[in-house]
T-cell receptor, first 111, second 112 residues
Framework: KQEVTQIPAALSVPEGENLVLNCSFT??????LQWFRQDPGKGLTSLLL?????REQTSGRLNASLDKSSGRSTLYIAASQPGDSATYLC??????????FGTGTRLKVLA | GAGVSQSPSNKVTEKGKDVELRCDPI?????LYWYRQSLGQGLEFLIY????????KSGLPSDRFSAERTGGSVSTLTIQRTQQEDSAVYLC??????????FGPGTRLTVL
């Protein structure tokens, strides 16, 4: 049974710092992996999708990497800003459609 | 529309009443998901629709929960005889052929 873990559960950093969020999964046979952010009281916003054949994806200040063999993905945020404060969730797709979500990392960027 | 929409955004109901939640997916997305997110918890998969195939209902917590998707587009999630433990945010998502999920804003259900 696929399990997804995100560490740390919460993180506070000063503005401008570069940071890394971690996501690990127990079954390496994944179809793809997606990173989301969730603001309080809102739905999830897609940040990056990494397909199983890819090793990383970049969008602006965000870079996500995928190492299937070790069951790990990282989300790197460069030059963090207070507007980056949110909960970050990763999800893996096992089989062709079943998404398994981690419980998220709650990020606070201090001005 | 540009994104996934859900209605209502908030629903307060009394224990024992039925509620109906609606999801309008992104046009052209054949896959549609319902999830439940309880306070401080992760996302709990409820049901998955793909085109005209039989839905995967394996995540529905009890037979009080049902969902349908008419015409391959709009979906409704119905909860009968609501209980207090049904209070949560119900999220709908649709996905593209790349399996990239796009979420709606959710419906916050409160059962008194």
């Amino acid at each position: 049974k696929q399990e997804v873990t995100q560490i740390p559960a919460a993180l506070s950093v000063p503005e401008g710092e570069n940071l890394v969020l971690n996501c690990s999964f127990t079954d390496s046979a994944i179809y793809n992996l997606q990173w989301f952010r969730q603001d309080p009281g809102k739905g999830l916003t897609s940040l990056l999708l990494i397909q199983s054949s890819q090793r990383e994806q970049t969008s602006g200040r965000l870079n996500a990497s995928l190492d299937k063999s070790s069951g790990r993905s990282t989300l790197y945020i460069a030059a963090s800003q207070p507007g980056d404060s949110a909960t970050y969730l990763c999800a893996v797709v096992s089989g062709t459609y079943k998404y398994i979500f981690g419980t998220g990392t709650r990020l606070k960027v201090l001005a | 529309g540009a994104g996934v929409s859900q209605s209502p955004s908030n629903k307060v109901t009394e224990k024992g009443k039925d509620v109906e939640l609606r999801c309008d997916p992104i046009s052209g997305h054949t896959a549609l998901y319902w999830y439940r997110q309880s306070l401080g918890q992760g996302l709990e998969f409820l049901i998955y629709f793909q085109g005209n195939s039989a839905p995967d209902k394996s995540g529905l917590p009890s037979d009080r929960f049902s969902a349908e998707r008419t015409g391959g587009s709009v979906s409704t999630l119905t909860i009968q005889r609501t209980q207090q433990e049904d209070s949560a945010v119900y999220l709908c998502a649709s996905s593209s052929l790349r399996n990239e999920q796009f979420f709606g804003p959710g419906t916050r259900l409160t059962v008194l």
